[in-house]
């Protein structure tokens, strides 16, 4: 296993060394790290668990035309190479199909264990004092202001529309991130998601005081 996991992290670190900092192979080894914290309270398949994190976003959607199948292909390609079992390959590629929070907006057909896992291992990064920084850094790299009062929040039904989204960074703590605490699998995750969440609300209400002219 050692050297399937080594083999992988040169893989990912290769080929995210351009990357936008949010989706990049530091993103990428948080959320590893992450998923290996939930193990420590959890009973799932390790191998799939690790895997899955450390290839998640090899190829995201967002910055390959909307296309959600490029990364679970991308991943089955590279794993098949390693000689890896069928099952586990097929199961990789499914948690990356089916993890990511927009995908949590349409029909999700699949679930296991080792998807909670690595799910809520994502999600933790997606919130607090890194998530905060990861918003900004994409909006950053999209164009997108980062508050206008003239644009309203939304609550998305479906996946597309969140897809074709282009509203303010502050928008999206309140479309997505807000609701990250809520939607966590594992105990652990729960525990960590409390004070990460707090912390946001703290930075929202000094954001809003500040952008008012109020401190």
């Known amino acids: 296993m050692n050297n399937i996991i080594e083999r992988t992290v040169a893989f990912v670190q290769d080929r995210l060394k351009f990357a936008e900092a949010g989706h990049d ?15 420590e309270d959890e009973e799932a398949d390790v191998m799939v668990c690790e895997l899955a994190a450390l290839l998640h976003d090899i190829a995201d959607s967002k910055f390959h035309d909307g296309d959600e199948t490029i990364g679970p292909r991308v991943a089955g390609e590279f794993l098949a190479s390693l000689e890896i079992s069928p099952e586990i390959i097929d199961h990789v590629k499914k948690i990356i199909f089916n993890m990511s929070f927009k995908a949590s907006l349409g029909e999700v057909s699949f679930h296991s264990k080792e998807m909670e896992i690595v799910q809520d291992a994502d999600r933790l990064d997606a919130i607090g004092a890194i998530g905060i920084a990861r918003a900004f850094s994409f909006g950053g790299n999209k164009g997108r202001e980062m508050y206008n009062p003239n644009i309203p929040v939304q ?61």
């Open 25 to 39: 192979w530091s993103h990428i080894q948080r959320v590893w790290n992450n998923t290996k914290l939930i193990l």
């Open 155 to 215: 609550e998305y039904k479906d996946k597309e529309a969140y897809k074709h989204s282009e509203a303010p960074t502050i928008n999206h703590f309140y479309e997505k991130l807000l609701l990250l605490k809520d939607k966590m699998n594992t105990q652990a995750a729960k525990r960590i998601a409390e004070h990460r969440h707090q912390y946001m609300l703290g930075f929202l209400e000094e954001f809003m005081a500040e952008w008012n002219g109020k401190k």
